[in-house]
């Protein structure tokens, strides 16, 4: 009998491959999650701090990191 993966291809609903931009700001949330920052807010500095800068070049904002996480999830 064959063992199947039982874990899913994160990727598997991309249409596309990632961009640059996605895999830093990916990357990134990944080190904020395991430093134990799960609050928006925490994200917001987090991202503030170390980078990647939004798409505007602006500081990120609650709603800034919102609507861009909404954004990339189409």
Known sequence: ??????YLDPNQARTRPATSYEDLLGDA????FAMGIHDLDGLVEYLNRTGPVS??????TPDSYQVEIK???Q
Not at 55 to 60: A, L, N, Q, T
């Open 71 to 73: 954004t990339l999830a």
């Open 1 to 6: 009998m064959q063992a199947t993966d039982r």
């Open 29 to 32: 949330l990944e080190r904020a």
């Open 55 to 60: 798409p505007s070049g602006k500081p990120w």
